[in-house]
Structure formats: C-alpha cells, structure tokens
C-alpha cells in the first residue's frame, strides 16, 4: 500500500537518491549547492512543495511542484518533478503523488494543473495518457546563459 506525505527532515539524503535519479535519467545534474537550496525551499515552503510516497514506511517517491500565476484567470499548478523508483513503477505511487497534488491544486483554486516530459519518456506516458489529456503544445527553451 503505497502512502502520500510531506517530505520529513529525515528523508533528506533518500530524497536526494531519488531526486538524483531523476536528474539522471533526463541526462542531467546538478551541483550539492542547489540541492540543499532546493530541500530548504522545500522544508520552509518557499514557493516549492513536496510530496513523498512510501510503502512500508521507506521513500520510494517523490514529487516537486509549485504555483505561478496566469494572465488568463486564477493561478496554476506545474508538476515540476516526478520520479518513483524504478523497483516499485506500476505500484499506483506515481498515480497517487499526481492525485495529491491535483488536491491540493483544487483546494487552492487553480484553474489548471499541468506538466511536462520527454516525448520519449513512454513509461511515464503510459501513465500521463491515463490520468491527464495531451494538449499537443512543444516546448522551446531559449538559451539565457550564453557563453
């Protein structure tokens, strides 16, 4: 049975296993500094928030999220990151987290909850197709840090 938390100050260095599994399976990192920058937003819920999957009291998953407004209406959500451990997918925990924010999102009043992957992220996205609608929209992301 898996269970939906908040992160706890001790789950810091499993989060960190987890949130560094993440980063690389998009081919990516990140360095110690903004991983502690990130756990402290998170503990102090400066603008991004956190919740935590378990089975059997251990960490197994994790998902990063936060609000921001719109110019079209009332704030929205954005699922920033999602990532449970590859022993346990296709336990409902992905489902869950996703469930426990769109919770809090309607509590809130968003009027939108949404979020992105890889196009060839199709584990994910066999999940994402059951929960949410595609919306067709691409992203582009524009250098600001050019060398």
């Not at 704030?75 to 346990?88: G, P």
Request: overall charge positive; some cysteine; charged content about 25%.
């Amino acid at each position: 049975m898996t269970e939906i938390t908040r992160l706890l100050p001790e789950d810091r260095a499993r989060w960190a296993e987890l949130w560094q599994d993440y980063l690389t399976f998009y081919k990516t990192s990140e360095p110690p500094a903004v991983y502690d920058q990130l756990w402290q937003r998170i503990q102090t819920g400066d603008g991004i928030f956190a919740f935590a999957a378990r089975q059997n009291g251990r960490l197994i998953g994790i998902a990063h999220y936060l609000f921001h407004a719109n110019v079209r209406g009332a704030d929205v959500c954005y699922l920033n990151d999602l990532f449970v451990d590859a022993t346990v997918r296709g336990s409902g925990a992905g489902r869950k987290l996703i469930e426990a924010i769109a919770e809090i999102a309607r509590a809130r009043g968003c009027s939108r909850y949404y979020w992105q992957t890889q196009e060839t992220n199709t584990v994910a996205r066999t999940l994402y197709d059951k929960v949410a609608k595609y919306n067709g929209f691409i992203r582009y992301d524009f250098p600001l840090n050019q060398a």
